[in-house]
Nanobody
Framework: QVQLVESGGGLVQAGGSLRLSCAAS????????MGWFRQAPGKEREFVAV????????YYADSVKGRFTISRDNAKNTVYLQMDSLKPEDTAVYYC??????????????????????WGQGTQVTVSS
């Protein structure tokens, strides 16, 4: 059974930075396509970033491109989301997710929640203006 546990959320002023962590168990992140999503109150879950299982394909939502960076530490079996130049509109609960398949389905496929089989519980990020 794969378990994902997010951490690192909090309250930050606009322009600040946060780094979210997603600790995985039950499956190595080095062989798992991992994504980050977010959901603001009253809105649908929104794609943020994805890293392919090989680590060679990375894709970001236009809204975060140039400000957020997805990375992983295979030794710690953890995926990160470095968030810089935060804006109030980045306020949301952030979720990490994992795909149990061992092939990369493409950026469009992974921008949708049904592509993922496992989800974390989420971590709140609040950006004040």
């Amino acid at each position: 059974q794969v378990q994902l546990v997010e951490s690192g959320g909090g309250l930050v002023q606009a322009g600040g930075s946060l780094r979210l962590s997603c600790a995985a168990s039950g499956r190595p992140v080095s062989s798992t396509t991992m994504g980050w999503f977010r959901q603001a109150p009253g809105k649908e879950r929104e794609f943020v970033a994805v890293m392919s299982w090989s680590g060679t394909r990375i894709y970001y939502a236009d809204s975060v491109k140039g400000r957020f960076t997805i990375s992983r530490d295979n030794a710690k079996n953890t995926v990160y989301l470095q968030m810089d130049s935060l804006k109030p509109e980045d306020t949301a609960v952030y979720y990490c997710a994992a795909d149990r398949d061992t092939y990369y389905g493409g950026s469009s496929y992974y921008s949708l929640p049904p592509a993922y089989d496992y989800w974390g519980q989420g971590t709140q990020v609040t950006v004040s203006s």
